[in-house]
């Protein structure tokens, strides 16, 4: 027989690190527990421990502080998605965390876990990529801050070491006048992770041209896709069909796609192209109070 | 229509009224359902019970080389573990069992066949034990050449699935075997009326078109399941059947042992879908059990349940002659369904579904060859539709097809086609109780169905409308018995082997019982299957149960009714044609002042109770070689229509509307009418948008949840709308299970083309498949406005 599954429930962050840095790779943690409980299931992993980290006190915190939305670990996307603190501060986020899955997925599944699990088809990455999310982390060697755009480096792989742990998201408040969107594209059911989605940032100047243009790219590749250079050619520029075009193929041409149930290469690339285009329209005709 | 000779006109259900009787639940047992009462097999624990795992093949087609299980059975917990060799050689019990053809290994013996196949199984005292064993055991397979598409099967120089011809059982009436010895065919059926040579000769027009459909599975909220007890000489089990009695005739086969030996209990299921018609976890179990001698429990993952059983793939070329004036006359069809790596049903399956490519149509010549292929893929079997569903897409796609290359409404070239009364389906059957017409013209109606259909720009989006209009039949010959016992309060028990499975079949027997004894419904209890005590039912399927269960209950309570009167007239003396039974009491026709109640009666006769039986019975046959004669006791009928809404940059469909229209000949029951026909249009969305079961090398791709898409709430359409045509001089019951499901499909398909003009002929219809082929319709666009452009030029020259 093989050696019983060991819980941990540490009630601190140092306690929980202790036990990662101790039993390395045989530990995994838990939070909600929905992505770690089909891969257990379908033998993808086989850890000799779980650390849950359920009974940490601090890592449900929802508020905004020095211009920053702050998301502890262990919120719910349920919560992300009804909290009247997101929906005033960056209502974008509180939408995208709406759209994943369904309500029972949702009611469990928590911040930490998805930047966590790093699948390339979750919703709030791309979100947290295109508005300069920093995530906050903390292992044996203390904290550190990763930009989200660092934060993914490939599939199901993070700049996490293994014995840290994700404490919280913080997302910049964009200033006022920004228009912020994330629209998912599912291709199957409703209830389908995405073949597509995108985070499209938009600021202009008064006279119409862009002050600030961001955009992110889930679902695609690996990870969340966003292209400064392409982002910084608009800037300056006044935002007509023409510019939109040109900013939908650049991002069209240097994902590169990845094929499977969802949708092929080509046709995600063909996606990209119209959903960036569609986010950019999006964000540029909503901007925010 | 003028000149056309209908049918009695039905009558529009009100299928919103609520309950068919004031009081009358939707469905009885709802609340208990909903707020988790109601036991499942799933639930049950016996003392010493086991339970089983199953380690399943990894190749589609391979010798089994080498099994060892000897750690595995060093370890603590473990009691039995089972190979397919074990069971060949013991000489107490049968190696393979199948409803049609004995093809399927209780455990696999020196060969598998596809991937999921049972290879070992063990019981243990948990599943953490099993589990630990399975992981110990070594399977050394050496790969033989798999055949996984049509093509690669029927190959001259294909490899066989079974090098032997499998060993066909006690016959169906209704099946006729053809197999061909040294091919990968396991069955096929043919049909022919008229002369198809002549019938082509004839037509004015003849087109050519081919249709496919990939596997689906049935996905029931509960996996099948199965606790078997064979402690005794006896085995019992209870498990996850649609077909008692067909689990109870091979479990007999396999351990020797007559029928009345092995009980079959089956609770209410979690839903079936066609999926648990056939044995599947039982003959394991079961065996399981006789040689641990503990109560053992198997009970599929969803991983499993994917590749327990599925619904057939399949290829449909149609060969359609029509007169110039758009009368069809002569049809060829050649089908093909994917049988997988055992017959299960799919020898029975191919004819129906053959049938069905008649479609709902009096056409003179038709010629039908169907075929169930077998492949190194998961075995396919009964699905809601049962190959209808297939037919139906392949029919009436091409039904469209012909009309925009003949430029007409196909609204009126079905019109000119479907059939009435004293004309004549595919089998030759000559109709009488037509109502495709008014089932057209209700969802045509409903939609708003314009011709032409001009498609509504919304933006990027564009909107039409499309029809549909399908003919099913129900298994004949086929038998139902039932057994009431009136009680000395005047309360009733029904039994029947009828199973419910979500769909109230129990509510509608007790309201039909009700309803014959006049009495509460309240009062009345209907029995879940036990073969031990509960009379024959052939099968909870094929639509058939409120039609075929409903006539054997009402028989048996006209027996009840029969001595209530006799015990009255006796008691009031009054003849009994003076009297009359009326909520629970008989009376004096036109004195209720003179009347006696149930209960009184009951104790008058000193029986302690009153019992009756009541047995519905149907004929009927095919030509073994020309497919003529009576397929169906009575036909099955529905229309459907979609509104879709599609999104021009992406390809992506969403079905906004949709009418279906079924006839019921008499609703039982509103409520469940009408959710019968919301679950059709749920199943047939997923078919015609997403649903596909995805191999590689055999290897299903998409085996869980998380990667096969169900339809769920947020995409069924915004608008719904659900019509049930009753017939009130007839007065009889029609199935409505699966009739509403075939229109669905190519409703939805008919629709995409007609806001598109983007027609795709393989299911499901992807937002890419759409987006290729309005990118192809744009490039042939701008290649004839360049040809015209250059033709422009040269005159102009
Ligand atoms: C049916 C279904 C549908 C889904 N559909 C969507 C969808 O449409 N869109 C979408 O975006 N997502 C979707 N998901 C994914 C879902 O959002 C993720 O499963 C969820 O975000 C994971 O969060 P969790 O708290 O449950 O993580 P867990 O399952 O507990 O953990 C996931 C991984 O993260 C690690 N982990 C968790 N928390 C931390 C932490 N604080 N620090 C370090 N490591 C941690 C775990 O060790 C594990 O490796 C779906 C999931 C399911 C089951």
Known sequence: MPEPLRLFQPTSIEEAVAVLAELGDDAKVVAGATALTLLYRQRLIAP?????????????????????????????????????????????VADAFGKVANVRVRNAATVGGVM???????????????????????????????????FFVAFYETALEHDEIVIGVRVPVPPAGTGAVYHKFVTRSSEDRPCVGVAGVVRLHADGTVADLRVAVGAAAETPQRFRDTEALAIGKPLDADLIAQVADAYADQVDTLDDMRGSAWYRTEMVRVWVRRAIESAAAAPAR | MSGV?????????????????????????ARDRVTGKVDYVINMTLPGMLHAMVLRSTAPAARIVRIDTEKARQVPGVVTVLTGRDIVSRTDVRSHFGPVFRDQPVLAVDRVRFVGEAVVAVAAVDRDAARAALDLVEVEYEELPPVF?????????????????????????????????????????????????????????????????????????????????????????????????????????????????????????????????????????????????????????????FTA??????????????????KVIARKSTCHFNTGAYADIGPRLIKMGGIGTGGPMSIPHVWIDSYAVYTNLPPAGAYRG?????????????????????????????????????????????????????LLDEVAGKIGWTWPQVPQRIGNKVRAKGLSCIIKGTVTPSASTSMVKMNEDGSLNVMTSSVEMGQGLQTAMAILAAERLSMPVGKVLVSTPDTAFTPYDQQTSSSRSTHSMGMAVTRACGGIADQLLAQASEALEIAVADLELRDGKVQAKGAPDKSVGYAALVQRQKGGNLLATGEYITGGGLDPVTGQGKAAVHWHQAAGAAEVEVDLETGKVDVIAYEAAVYAGRVVNPVQAELQAEGNLAFGLGHALFEEMVYDNGQLQNGNLGDYMICSFEDMPERVGVSTLEEPVLNEIHGIGETGLPPVMPAIGNAVFHATGVRITDAPITAEKVLRGLRQLETARLAAAAVMAAAGTGTAR
């Open chain 1, 48 to 92: 000799g421990a779980l650390v849950s980290i359920g009974r940490i006190p601090g890592l449900k915190t929802i508020e905004v502080v020095d211009g920053e939305l702050r998301l502890g670990a262990l919120v719910s996307h349920r919560e992300v998605e009804l909290s009247p603190v997101v929906r005033g501060s960056i209502p974008v």
């Open chain 1, 116 to 150: 966590a699990e790093s699948d390339y088809a979750s919703d709030p990455p791309a979100v947290f990529v295109a508005l300069d999310a920093v995530v906050d982390v903390q292992g044996s060697n203390g904290k550190r801050s990763i930009p989200a755009s660092e």
């Open chain 2, 5 to 29: 000779v209908k049918g009695l006109p039905g009558t529009w259900a009100d299928t919103h009224r609520g309950t068919a009787q004031p009081g009358q639940p939707g469905m009885m047992d």
């Open chain 2, 149 to 305: 598409t049509f093509d690669e099967a029927l190959a001259e120089d294909a490899a066989l699935v079974h090098p032997e011809p499998p060993r066909a059982g006690a016959t169906f009436a209704d099946i006729i075997v053809h197999s061909q010895a040294g091919s990968n065919v396991c069955n096929s059926f043919t049909l022919r009326k008229g002369n198809i040579d002549e019938g082509f000769a004839q037509a004015d027009h003849v087109f050519e078109d081919t249709f496919t459909c990939p596997a689906v599975q049935h996905v029931p909220l509960e996996t099948h399941c199965t606790v078997a007890d064979a402690r005794t000489s006896d085995i019992v089990v209870h498990t996850t059947s649609q077909i008692p009695f067909m689990v109870r005739s091979q479990l007999a086969e396999v351990f020797n042992l007559p029928a009345s030996r092995v009980r079959v209990v089956v609770h209410t299921l979690g839903g079936g879908y066609g999926g648990k018609c056939y044995p599947n976890t039982e003959p394991l179990t079961a065996m399981l059990s006789f040689v641990s001698g503990r109560p053992v429990k198997l009970h599929l993952t969803r991983e499993e349940e």
């Open chain 2, 309 to 326: 059983i599925t619904r057939h793939a399949m290829r449909i070329t149609l060969k359609t002659g029509l007169r110039a004036d758009g």
């Open chain 2, 386 to 438: 049962y190959g209808v569903s297939q037919a139906a897409w392949a029919y009436e796609t091409q039904i469209e097809m012909i009309a925009q290359r003949l430029g007409r409404d196909p609204y009126e070239l079905r019109k000119k086609n479907l059939l009435v009364n004293g004309e004549t389906n595919a089998t030759g059957e000559i109709m009488d109780d037509s109502h495709w017409h008014e």
